[in-house]
């Protein structure tokens, strides 16, 4: 099956760095990926869709100033979190789509934790 | 608006007992129904559709348009069914997943 993969698979950080997560489909190419994040105990929220060489959308209430993401070629997907803070620190996911209506697989998740 | 619901945030029965767990959707138009599942320490992984109509693992989840409900249910538990149960919904032109809030099946021995 469709193989995502995510790099790192958890960070610890100082407060006010930059933080980089991959997100990469190893046997697919993936025109849509998508970045979600969760918390604790809690539900997945989609904070944007990334269409490959194209601008990300994000959802209501995501700081895109906040969030840099990039989907550069049809097999990555960047995350960055910017100057980041303890509210930060959470469980964040990638899946990829190979586009249309396809579905989305699943990377294994980035435990990012800002101290 | 578009929302997922799930009521129950954990459902534990015994081993051989059947398991429903609960869906209820709010979509104007036509939506897609999915059920993801992840186990402990593994990646959420899609484990059927509505549109498929299939049966995967013995779960089943039936769309019923006009209770808004897409429960999944499978008649004998096993202890290997324990996880994280997600039931999402996709809608409109766009591919995005609106995911419910989760309903942890813990199945005892």
């Known amino acids: 099956g469709a193989v995502v993969s995510q790099h790192p698979s958890w960070v610890i950080c100082k407060s006010g760095t930059s933080v980089k997560i991959e997100c990469r489909s190893l046997?697919?190419?993936?025109?849509?990926m998508f970045w979600y994040r969760q918390f604790p105990k809690q539900s997945l929220m989609l904070m944007a869709t990334?269409?490959?060489?194209?601008?990300?959308?994000?959802e209501q209430g995501v700081e895109k100033d906040k969030f840099l993401i990039n989907h550069a070629s049809l097999t990555l997907s960047t995350l960055t979190v910017t100057s980041a803070h303890p509210e930060d620190s959470s469980f964040y996911i990638c899946?990829?789509?190979?586009?249309?209506?396809?579905?989305?697989?699943f990377g294994p998740g980035t435990r990012l934790t800002v101290l | 608006a578009q929302r997922v619901t799930q009521p129950e945030k954990l459902l534990s029965v015994f081993k051989g007992a059947p398991v429903e767990l609960k869906c209820n959707y709010s979509?104007?138009?036509?939506?897609?129904l999915f059920w993801y599942v992840q186990y402990s320490r593994q990646r959420l992984q899609l484990l059927l559709r509505?549109?498929s109509r299939e049966s995967i693992k013995g779960f089943t989840a039936d769309l019923n348009k006009g209770e808004t409900s897409f429960h999944l249910k499978k008649p004998f538990a096993q202890e290997e069914d324990s996880a994280m149960y997600y039931c999402?919904?996709?809608?409109?032109?766009?591919?995005?997943?609106?995911f419910g809030t989760g309903t942890l099946l813990a199945v005892q021995p």
């Open positions: 046997d697919f190419q993936a025109t849509t």
């Open positions: 990334s269409n490959e060489g194209s601008k990300a959308t994000y």
């Open positions: 999402a919904l996709k809608g409109g032109a766009t591919n995005k997943l609106i």
């Open positions: 979509y104007s138009g036509s939506p897609e």
């Open positions: 509505h549109i």
């Open positions: 899946s990829a789509s190979p586009g249309g209506r396809g579905e989305q697989f």
